[in-house]
């Protein structure tokens, strides 16, 4: 899903490195089953539910490109303007 593309840009980090790829898809695509992330805090709790909201396994709850779009253009707006500039 797009959410374990935005954690793999965030922690820079392979998700279920201990699985082999086999695995992940029988763990996921057959047992349905909900594979755990590491959720660090210090990013923004906007960021992390949308993630869990693209993880869902019912796919009428996840949110299409579009509605991503918007999120992250809100949150982008809140970081910046909660980021001092330092001269």
């Given at each position: ?32 089953e909900t594979l755990e992330f590491e959720i660090d805090k210090q990013f923004p709790i906007e ?41």
């Amino acid at each position: 899903s797009f959410g374990v593309c935005i954690w793999e840009m965030i922690y820079r980090k392979r998700p279920f490195h201990d699985l082999e790829p086999l695995q992940i898809l029988y763990k996921v695509g057959i047992k349905r089953e909900t594979l755990e992330f590491e959720i660090d805090k210090q990013f923004p709790i906007e960021l992390n539910q949308l993630m869990l909201k693209c993880w869902t396994h019912d796919e009428e709850e996840r949110p299409d490109f579009y509605q991503i779009k918007q999120e992250l253009k809100l949150l982008e707006k809140k970081i910046l303007k909660n980021f001092k500039f330092r001269v």
